[in-house]
């Protein structure tokens, strides 16, 4: 059982430049999110999804992007790299997170130049 | 002023020592509280639920307290290994797919 498997583990890019940070999960969960973690500033959600095929935005969604095709992928993409997205990015899924809390990816550590 | 707060710390105490950690949260239809703890450059990961009665997982208690809008946790006999940042969480069911973070308190224990 992997749990919630984050893409790549670290990413350099330029700025301008675009890439998706990959999370599957494998415990048919529901319920899937993408924060950002940045120092002093806790964890922020960007987007998340309640189900295949819904998506809704979170706290700072701007610059990026999600499609949830499946219920095991959540993808999330980043439209054109500015180093203010320069952050430590988590994956997390959930049952029913009310009552059993999340999971979370191991992470992509992101610096944009 | 943020919907969950917690005291940054740090939080330096010695091997055995007992630690409490406050999370006052500000919305009164917050309706599940967790703590999780996160390990430096790791992820978050789940330590507890919290429940309105009390519970206990070895050495570690949790508690919520609705009339003062906030949840506690205790950490007894601290050992090297608990030394982490703890973070608390509140859900709103009426806030379908988010929840809240705290930013977490850290703790340090010593030999």
């Known amino acids: 059982n992997a749990g919630v498997t984050q893409t790549p583990k670290f990413q350099v890019l330029k700025t301008g430049q675009s890439m998706t940070l990959q999370c599957a999960q494998d415990?048919?969960?529901?319920?899937m999110s993408w924060y950002r973690q940045d120092p002093g500033m806790g964890l922020r959600l960007i987007h998340y999804?309640?189900?295949?095929?819904?998506?809704d935005q979170g706290e700072v969604p701007n610059g990026y992007n999600v499609s949830r095709s499946t219920t095991e992928d959540f993808p999330l993409r980043l439209l054109s790299a500015a180093p203010s997205q320069t952050s430590v990015y988590f994956c997390?899924?959930?049952?029913?997170?009310?009552?059993?809390?999340?999971?979370f990816g191991s992470g992509t550590r992101l610096t944009v130049v | 002023r943020k919907e969950v707060e917690q005291d940054p710390g740090p939080f330096n105490v010695p091997e055995g020592a007992t630690v409490a950690f406050n999370c006052t949260y500000s919305?009164?239809?917050?309706?599940?509280f967790f703590w999780y703890r996160q390990d430096c450059r790791k992820e978050p990961k789940l330590l507890m639920s919290?429940?309105?009665s009390g519970n206990e997982d070895g050495r570690f208690t949790a508690q919520l307290n609705r009339a003062s809008q906030y949840i506690s946790l205790l950490i007894r006999d601290s050992k090297l290994s608990d030394s982490a940042t703890y973070l608390c969480?509140?859900?709103?069911?009426?806030?379908?797919?988010?929840?809240?973070f705290g930013d977490g308190t850290t703790l340090t224990v010593k030999p």
């Open positions: 997390a899924s959930s049952r029913d997170r009310a009552s059993y809390g999340y999971t």
């Open positions: 415990m048919n969960h529901e319920y």
């Open positions: 999804s309640v189900g295949a095929g819904i998506t």
């Open positions: 919305n009164s239809a917050s309706q599940s």
């Open positions: 919290v429940y309105s």
């Open positions: 969480v509140v859900n709103r069911y009426t806030n379908a797919g988010k929840s809240t």
